[in-house]
Structures are given as C-alpha cells and as structure tokens.
C-alpha cells in the first residue's frame, strides 16, 4: 500500500489485516507475507478436515437404531464420545504425544460447543477468533494483549509442529507400505498429495545411520 500512516495502518490491523506491506516494495519482506499466508491456509485446512472428520465419526454415530443409541448414550454422552474421537484421530496421525495436540484439542472441543450454538453452515470461524477466544479462556478477560499475543503465537507454534509431525508419520507409513490403512485414509484427506510425495522422497533420500 501507498498510505504509510501510522494512525490508518494501526487501523487496519485492528479491522482484522494481518500483513501490511508499504512501498517501496521490498522483496524479502514479500516473500515473507507470502509464506505466512500459505502456512496460514495450511494450517486452517487441516483443522477444517480434523472437524469434518470428526462430524463424519458424529454422523455415524446418529445413525444408530434408537435403541443402540438409548443404550450408547447411556454409557457415554455425546461431548465424552467427541472427544475420545479426537483422540483416537490424533493416534491415527501419529500426534497424539506431541505438545500441540492438546492445543488441537482445545480448538476442536471450541468448535464443537461453537456448532452447538452457530452451526458451522454459517461459516467456519476464523483462526484468529479460535485462538484469541482460547486465550482468553486460559489467561482470563484481564489479560494483556501482549500476554494474549504470546499465547496465541506458542499455540501456533506448537500447532504447526504437531502438523509437521503428522506429515512426517504418514509419509514414513507411505513409504514402508504404500498400501497402508492410515497411509490411505489420512494421507490426501489432511495434506497435498504433492506435499505428501515430496516428504516420501525427502525421507527416502536422507542417510541412513549404520549401526553400531
């Protein structure tokens, strides 16, 4: 953008932009504005396809006879059920262990109670929304902005990584077994094919370390 003010630039932030770039046009910073959009699209597409996949596992679920239902509700509520599915979803990815698995599952019991309330056909809420009412939650509605900020930027970070790991896991499946379960049914559900391919090769390539 031309308009260098700092009064307008501090108000499109606060109206929600996130990367602001002034000219002259400095390449590096480009490239940088670029990449966090394309992690940023990543990371939301992957949180979409957890939810979804959940619901499809909810979805299931309601389709029991009325009895079997009685009888499931019984022992285990359906909030309980949600999340025990998310669980079991992050094994399959192979993440379960990882720090920012708590902080998936965090954002996911958000979003179920969010669909409770909204349900997600009227749009699937923002990333920043999720963390900054997940932060709030964790640090009370005293907290700072800059103490709020660092929260939610660990969170990503640890997000991202367990995202990585995950990526990790199923092309390692993929490349022992191309035919594997989880390597089917999790591989192009939660990453670019490509992007999966390019791991595989990666893993392939890297040197093995003999043994002692």
Same mark, same amino acid.
């Given at each position: 953008?031309?308009?260098?003010?700092?009064?307008?630039?501090?108000?499109?932030?606060?109206?929600?932009?996130?990367?602001?770039?002034?000219?002259?046009?400095?390449?590096?910073?480009?490239? *940088?504005?670029?990449?966090?959009?394309?992690?940023?699209?990543?990371?939301?597409?992957?949180?979409?396809?957890?939810?979804?996949?959940?619901?499809?596992?909810?979805?299931?679920?309601?389709?029991?006879?009325?009895?079997?239902?009685?009888?499931?509700?019984?022992?285990?509520?359906?909030?309980?059920?949600?999340?025990?599915?998310?669980?079991?979803?992050?094994?399959?990815?192979?993440?379960?262990?990882?720090?920012?698995?708590?902080?998936?599952?965090?954002?996911?019991?958000?979003?179920?109670?969010?669909?409770?309330?909204?349900?997600?056909?009227?749009?699937?809420?923002?990333?920043?929304?999720?963390?900054?009412?997940?932060?709030?939650?964790?640090?009370?509605?005293?907290?700072?902005?800059?103490?709020?900020?660092?929260?939610?930027?660990?969170?990503?970070?640890?997000?991202?990584?367990?995202?990585?790991?995950?990526?990790?896991?199923?092309?390692?499946?993929?490349? *022992?077994?191309?035919?594997?379960?989880?390597?089917?049914?999790?591989?192009?559900?939660?990453?670019?094919? *490509?992007?999966?391919?390019?791991?595989?090769?990666?893993?392939?390539?890297?040197?093995?370390?003999?043994?002692?």
């Amino acid at each position: 953008s031309q308009v260098e003010s700092k009064e307008l630039i501090a108000e499109a932030y606060s109206l929600g932009v996130e990367y602001y770039i002034i000219k002259p046009i400095n390449r590096i910073e480009v490239l *940088t504005v670029v990449r966090k959009v394309i992690e940023r699209i990543r990371l939301e597409k992957s949180i979409k396809n957890i939810q979804e996949s959940l619901n499809m596992v909810l979805k299931l679920d309601s389709n029991l006879s009325t009895q079997e239902k009685y009888r499931s509700e019984k022992h285990l509520n359906t909030f309980n059920h949600f999340q025990n599915s998310i669980h079991f979803l992050l094994s399959e990815l192979g993440i379960a262990s990882e720090s920012g698995s708590k902080d998936l599952m965090d954002m996911l019991d958000y979003l179920y109670k969010y669909e409770q309330d909204n349900t997600l056909e009227q749009g699937f809420p923002s990333l920043k929304e999720i963390f900054m009412n997940l932060a709030q939650k964790k640090l009370g509605d005293s907290a700072e902005d800059a103490e709020l900020k660092r929260f939610i930027e660990a969170s990503k970070q640890r997000i991202r990584r367990a995202i990585y790991q995950s990526l990790n896991h199923l092309a390692s499946l993929g490349l *022992t077994d191309f035919l594997n379960p989880k390597f089917e049914n999790y591989a192009s559900r939660f990453f670019d094919f *490509t992007t999966v391919r390019r791991k595989m090769t990666e893993l392939n390539n890297e040197p093995t370390v003999p043994a002692r």
